[in-house]
């Protein structure tokens, strides 16, 4: 049995070897040194004439420079993103990191898109500390919107500026209201925070000692200011709202010592259950956290992605994931979810096609050296990314919906005639003829070398397409004639068939 050839046969050192010599060029010894002229002497004395070769760009040594190496440990600093080189996602280590960049449950070390939001709320945090008076804030917005991210930022600069002003830092009680086993347990944690060794005595309650201990002048100096961020703040609405009343309600006493952050979903939920508060003159300050555009999810991504030293997605993958997200919701754990999604996807095709082409796997199977060479020595950039189709692939399994089923599973002419259609409204028209139609699907057929039907078939499918709810067929003698119409968005047939070449390159 013949043995496999390795990297350090003589084979493959006389292949880098020649490599070495074409990319050397003229500074090597491949060529004729020229005579040097007397103005480039000084610059040839600060050059090293044998022991500093170019530098090789070359796949092995990309290979052999391991990432957990203290040289290439992840940088986070964004001017590295030139230096990127392709990943190889049959790492065990490289794709842990992938996915965990990704993953919801990572806090990024900076929060963007959200800088206007959150300098409202320090400013706000600021003022109160400052002034050592209290206040209420609420923060809303949908979900995925950074609320929770951008107060968890928050809280440790009102921290950090207080040590660098040489004022008290105030106390920070932060919890999520979800995790309370009553409504009402709330105001023993805000008790505790002030009282921490002392427990309540006779029947008052928590929330009868606060309210006396803010109305007693010595609270005002025997206590730090205290900050409250109080998150899924929606969960402390009872039938008749008095926790949530009682809460607020706190900031409003001579002596308080209470900054009040609520943190909810409901956009409308100052004005639906504290009207009892304004009327006290005692509504909170609003901040409100728009969802993501295409853009912000975009750019997010893509500042999350910098602190991996090799890239993982193709730009128009992002692009692709960003568009749909925000078009849906806005909402950013969900393009986290389906970039991670489309990260196994990619993990689970090239786990497919080394088992169907002999490649080796992490059990050590037996690997053709041709194959090995191509793979190990050479990585292909394409087949290690996640491209387009892999993100639509993803975006389909989160986002499916009953209009995108059916149009994956028409059959092709069908789907091309839907991809026509797209085209030929893109221009404004709203409507235009079978005939018209079939002369745009013609183009795409000839383009990609596929037979069109004749125009009865094509009249066929068009009134199949009908009957299905996506086209919208008028009356007329002649098939030829009748107007049609899209009944459903455009964006829904290119996201459909986003994932198959034809169509992507049509639609592009």
Known sequence: MP???DRSSS????????KSCELAGSGGCCTPQKRRLRSDTALAAKESPVSTPMKLKSPRRRLDSSPSSPANRIKKDPSEKTLKKCWNPRDVEQMRD?????????APSTVVCREDEQKRVLDFCKACVQQEKAGSLYVCGCPGTGKSLSMELVKQQVIDWAKMEGLQSPEVLAMN???LANTSVIFSKILGMHQPKKKSIGSTSPLQHLQNLYSNKQAQSSSKMMLIIADELDYLITRDRAVLHDLFMLTTFPFSRCILIGIANSIDLADRFLPRLQSLNCKPMVVTFRAYSKDQILSILQERLLVLPYIVFH???LELCARKVAAASGDMRKALSVCRSAVEILEAELRESASNTGLTSAEGDFVSPRTALAYEVFPSQENNTVRIDHMALALSKTFRSPIVDTIQSLPQHQQIILCSAVKYFRGGKKDTTVGELNKSYIDICKSALIPPVGILEFSSMCRVLNDQGLFKLGQSRDDKF???TLKVDGADISFALQGVRLFRNCLQ
Do not use: D, N, Y
């Open 315 to 317: 730009q128009q993958a």
């Open 11 to 18: 084979p493959f050192k006389a292949m880098l070897a020649a």
């Open 482 to 484: 009748k107007r049609v």
């Open 98 to 106: 992938v996915k965990e960049a990704v993953h919801v449950s990572t």
């Open 3 to 5: 043995a496999i050839a």
């Open 177 to 179: 209201c979800t995790s």
